[in-house]
């Protein structure tokens, strides 16, 4: 399992200009296969798999509405 110690973060993610490129990982293919959360004591918005075997986990400052535009499956 990952912990935030290993964890990538990207510090500027700009809704609407950048895209997350998720388009060489099979088992991710919509943003159904992902969970979201946001912690507000961080400030941190993270991205995992949405499965039991916690592939990776990706934090981006800040709160991020993400939808399907945000990434290219």
């Known amino acids: 399992m990952w912990t935030s ?3 990538d973060t990207i510090t500027d993610f700009i809704k609407g200009e950048d895209v997350i490129d998720f388009s060489k990982i099979e088992e991710i293919e919509s943003l159904n296969s992902l ?3 946001y912690d ?4 941190v918005t993270t991205i995992s798999t ?3 075997n916690d592939d990776f986990e990706i934090g981006i400052d800040g709160l991020i509405n993400f ?3 945000d990434f290219n499956f």
Request: aromatic content about 0%.
């Open 35 to 37: 969970d979201v959360s």
């Open 5 to 7: 110690n290993n964890k």
């Open 40 to 43: 507000k004591e961080s400030d």
């Open 50 to 52: 949405a499965n039991d």
């Open 67 to 69: 939808d399907e535009g």
